[in-house]
């Protein structure tokens, strides 16, 4: 089970964050409903991971399934989706009470780039109550859109990927 939150940001944060790691990511969908994804994930200085990813559900909490695959496998996804995959950079930081800020700046350069950030948590009420001032973020975690519908990056994907902007 995933459970997070997610906030729509303006850039990476200025809070003083100690950077737990840097990753170029490239990711693409075979299906949003639901969500069967593939990702690259290339750690700054380091190795590239390749993930398969599955979904469902939306909102706070979703059932998740995730394995690595090989780098061919990878490939063989990518030119069974053929479409262009979403570029994105993703900074992860340690908060005070040590919980991870991930912040995504996807599609960088391009009329639609955007950045968000999410946390994740052990429980849907941790999740519900996390406070984002209590890590000196209040301002920069202002526009929370977790339970927002179209918020996900399969909806993303549709809009700017497949043509068909549902």
Known sequence: MEIERKWMVGGWPDADLPLLFEQSMRQGYLTVRPTVRIREEAMKGGDTAYVLCLKKGSGIARQEIETNIDRDTFEGIEKMIGLPLIPKVRRTYLLPDGKKLEVNHVDEGQPTEFWY??????????????????????????????????QTMGAYWIATRTGNGE
Do not use: M, N
């Not at 429980?123 to 984002?132: H, I, K, L, S, Y």
């Open 117 to 150: 950030a999410e946390i994740e948590y052990d429980t849907v009420a941790e999740a519900r109550t996390w406070d984002p001032a209590s890590c000196g973020l209040k301002a920069y975690l202002s526009d929370d859109v977790t339970d927002e519908p179209g």
